[in-house]
Each structure stands twice: as C-alpha cells, then as structure tokens.
C-alpha cells in the first residue's frame, strides 16, 4: 500500500444477525482491512463467508431489526456506524457507490435508466432536471452505451444483461464516488460481455481515481482486476496479500484449496487418464455456533488439536501477507 492516508479503514467489525430462535447468526466476525484511492481490494470466499454481508455492512443497508454491528468504519474520517440514517443517505449514491449482483432485479422496471441515473444527480448533487439529463447521458457515453440520446429513455427490459450492467455502473459513478463496491458485478455475464465490463470499470478508475472494493468468488476476475486480496471463511478473514504475493505463496490451507479448485488449460490432456476438479471437502460450519477454535479446521488436511480448542491469530507471516493459521510459521509456507 501506498503511503497515505487510507479512504477506507475497517476495524474489528462484526456483523450479527438475530434468527427466529433468537439465536445470534455471526456473519462477520473481527473483520479488517484498510483501502487506498486508486486501489482495487478484492473480497474472495464461498458463499455464506461474510463477503456481500461485508459490503453491505459499509453501505448500512442491512435491516436494523434484526442485524447489529460493531467496531469501526471510517470512511474519509468519519465513523459510518456512528451515523444516523438521513447522514447515511447523503453518503450512499454520492461518496459511495455500489453496483449490485443481478442489474435487472436492482434496476426499477417502470422506470426509465435515464430517470433512475438523473434522480440520483438530483439528490446528491442539486442539479437541475435539464443538468442531470446532460449528465446522465454523459455518463451513458462513458460507460460505452450506444446511442445514449435514445437509450435514456428506454427501460431496463428493453437493454440486454450487459448494457444493465454498464447502466449500473454509470449509476454508481454518476457522483464520482471515492469508493466503488461492485458485488459480483460479472455474474450471469457471458465471458466477452464480462471482460468488456471489466475493462469498463478499469479505465474509469484510472480516470477518476476510485477506490474499488470487488466481492467475487471467481478467482479469474480477481487476478485481472485487484491490486489486493483477502480471503474470508466463515466470516472471517483468513488471509489477505498483494493478488500476485498470494497466487504464488498462498499459505492458509483454505486459500490453497481454493486454487486449487481453479481448472488448468490441457491438464486433462497430461496422461491417458482424465483428472478430476479437485474440491475441498466438507462444508462451511454453522455461523450461529460460537467457533472455539478455527473455522476451517473440520474441512483442514493440516488439522492438529491446537487447531480444535484455540481461534489462530490474524497476523503478518510474511511481509505484507497475513494469515490466520497455527500451522503457518514466519517466514515459511504451509
């Protein structure tokens, strides 16, 4: 990381939701991370590890009855869990933008793009109606949407899955946001589609300096896009490097099982003798059990008693590359 200061400092947050039993469901447990302008942090794991629950404990979207946090999210100074929900909302949509899994359910369909776009310029950034819609067809423009004169006053169902996709984007971007969460933002995009939408959100980026936060489970999109990992498992963070530092020195067993999963072009084609995908065994444990020692230790190659009855420590075993693992010496792998 560079040498500044960071946009973006989460410490120690926790994330409980209350089942019906009355039961605390620990979705994010101790979770820390800081992030930089101009940086992109990608949020890796299976689903149910904590990561959207993560995003969407930034952006306080999470419903208050029955979900609490803890600990701190600065966010340029300020402790967004310390402010009530009208300050919230004059940060989501203008300091914080997000893009969201699935476009076509989190675009309003008896709304046109254009309107949704200029209702968040309206809002946030006091301009006129005539201003807003200069504004949002420029942003159609930016994010490569053709004809952005006739596109805005279409609906979401008249565009294709991509198009959605980039509209969300320029919604996201319309206030040029310091932070961009884009949760699974490729998902159910064909692969041409999704590398154009990454080579979107990359270029913006380089133009405006926005810091990105990527949820993703798909490991190819990380390697391409993030200057950061951190691997989480069961809500928790178990490891976090620089993306080029943890593909070639994964130390925590949960990482390496993880690339390991990853299919390798022609392996099948080594020997007479078809391989396997390799899978990590087991499942994710119960998030409504209070873990006595680590998450991953029922589903670990590696596993020793110590493993069963003590939580390891999140800390540096090398520099820059922190793991949460009895088994991982300083200075050594796995």
């Known amino acids: 990381m560079n040498a500044q200061t960071p946009i973006l400092e989460v410490s120690n947050l926790r994330t409980h939701f209350r089942g019906d039993d009355g039961d605390a469901v620990r979705a994010v447990e101790d979770v820390s991370f800081a992030l930089n302008s101009g940086e992109t942090l990608a949020i890796v794991g299976e689903s149910g590890s904590g990561k959207s629950v993560t995003s969407l404990s930034i952006m306080r979207l999470l419903p208050g009855r029955n979900a609490r946090n803890a600990g701190r999210i600065d966010f340029m100074g300020r402790d967004l869990l310390s402010l009530n929900e009208k300050e919230m909302r004059r940060i989501r949509g203008n300091d914080i933008g997000m893009i969201f899994q699935e476009p076509m359910t989190s675009l309003n369909p008896v709304l046109t793009i254009g309107r949704q776009i200029m209702e968040t310029l309206i809002r946030h950034q006091g301009l006129s109606k005539r201003e807003a819609r200069e504004r949002a067809i420029e942003m159609l ?41 884009a949760d699974e933002p490729t998902t159910a995009l064909d692969v041409t589609i999704q590398a154009q939408v990454l080579d979107l959100m990359r270029a913006l980026q ?63 084609f080594d020997d007479d003798t078809p391989q396997r995908l390799q899978e990590i065994p087991g499942q994710v444990p119960s ?15 590696l596993v020793a008693e110590q493993c069963r009855t003590e939580v390891p420590v999140f800390e540096a075993k090398r520099p ?8 991982v010496q300083k200075g050594n792998g796995a």
């Open 141 to 181: 423009k930016l994010v490569d949407i053709p004809a952005p004169e006739r596109r805005i006053d279409e609906y979401p169902h008249q565009l294709s899955g991509g198009m959605r996709q980039r509209v969300m984007i320029a919604m996201a971007l319309a206030c040029r946001p310091g932070l961009l969460i």
């Open 206 to 268: 380089k133009k405006t300096g926005t810091a990105i936060i990527l949820i993703t489970h798909d490991l190819g999109v990380v390697a391409e896009m993030a200057d950061r990992i951190i691997v989480m498992y069961a809500g928790r963070t178990v490891e976090e490097a620089a993306t080029a530092e943890l593909f070639e020195n994964p130390l925590h067993p949960y990482t390496q099982g993880l690339l390991a999963t990853i299919p390798q072009l022609g392996s099948s």
């Open 287 to 301: 998030l409504r059990k209070r873990l006595t020692g680590c998450a991953f230790a029922e589903r670990c190659p």
């Open 320 to 327: 820059a590359h922190k793991v949460a693992c009895h088994k």
